[in-house]
């Protein structure tokens, strides 16, 4: 402020009738109500007390117009953590090495150990459940695949792909003319968070696995809904 009014002096002094008005961008420049009575007895005063004003205009006006890029910044900014807050994504094959799983007794879950992506940890490898972590509508895909060992022998792929233990949908390869199949759900549902998603192998069924990964469990949020 000292440094305004030493300028503003140097200013008056060098020129008494200088006019600043301006302002801001957007807005009319207003003549001053009352400077013009002052101006008549003291130019010099005048002048550098027009300038003063002006000054705390524009001051003002670029301090409004950082407020309100630093509030849009801070909301984008908050936006973008709650996106990478529930970004999820998940994706499993069953084995890595040459394999074959059957269920003899009772229905399974299948636990898949091949992991491609976990994104933010919703897959657990020691339950083979998905939680989910956020409510959302998420993307869900499955794809089944079995050798029967032989021609002729039956080929028995058949899986539950369930929602909090109940079946939402199913894949069934059972048959004694193909000695080897694949079949695949593609699924988008709505879940909510704590939702529980696995794949159960049922009964007398066998999965059969090797490095290709031929069969995948995979899921995403498509977008959140809370
Ligand atoms: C600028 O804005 C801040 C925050 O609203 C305020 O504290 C400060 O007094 C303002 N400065 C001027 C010169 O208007
Ligand atoms: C996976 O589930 C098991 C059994 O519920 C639990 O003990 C373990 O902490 C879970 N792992 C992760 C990474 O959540």
């Known amino acids: ?37 002052a101006c008549l007895t003291d130019t010099e005063s005048c002048s550098c007390c027009l300038m003063q004003k002006q000054m705390k205009r524009m001051e003002s006006f670029f301090n409004m117009s950082l407020n309100e890029m630093r509030k849009g910044l801070e909301k984008a900014e908050t936006a973008l953590k709650y996106v990478r807050s529930s970004r999820s994504a998940f994706s ?24 491609f992506i976990n994104l933010g940890d919703g897959y657990n490898v020691s339950t083979g459940t998905f939680t989910v972590p956020r409510s959302g509508v998420y993307s869900l895909a499955l794809t089944a ?19 909090n233990g109940r079946a939402v949908a199913a894949l069934n390869e059972y048959n004694t003319q193909d000695q080897e199949d694949s079949t695949t759900i593609v699924l988008p549902i709505q879940m909510e968070t704590g939702d529980k998603v696995d794949v159960t192998l049922l009964t007398g069924c066998t999965l059969c696995d090797d490095n290709s990964h031929f069969n995948t469990f ?4 498509l977008y959140a809904t809370d």
């Open 218 to 221: 995979s899921g995403f949020l």
């Open 92 to 115: 499993v094959a069953l084995t890595d090495t040459r394999r074959c799983l059957s269920s003899s007794r009772d229905d399974m879950v299948v636990k898949y150990q091949y992991i």
């Open 145 to 163: 695949y079995s050798d029967a060992g032989a021609p002729g022998a039956l080929l028995a792929a058949c899986v539950r792909l369930r929602k």
């Open 1 to 37: 402020m000292r440094g305004l009014v030493f300028m503003c002096l140097i200013g008056c002094s060098l020129a008494n009738e200088a006019v600043y008005s301006w302002n801001g961008p957007g807005e009319p420049s207003q003549p001053d109500p009352g400077a013009g009575n």
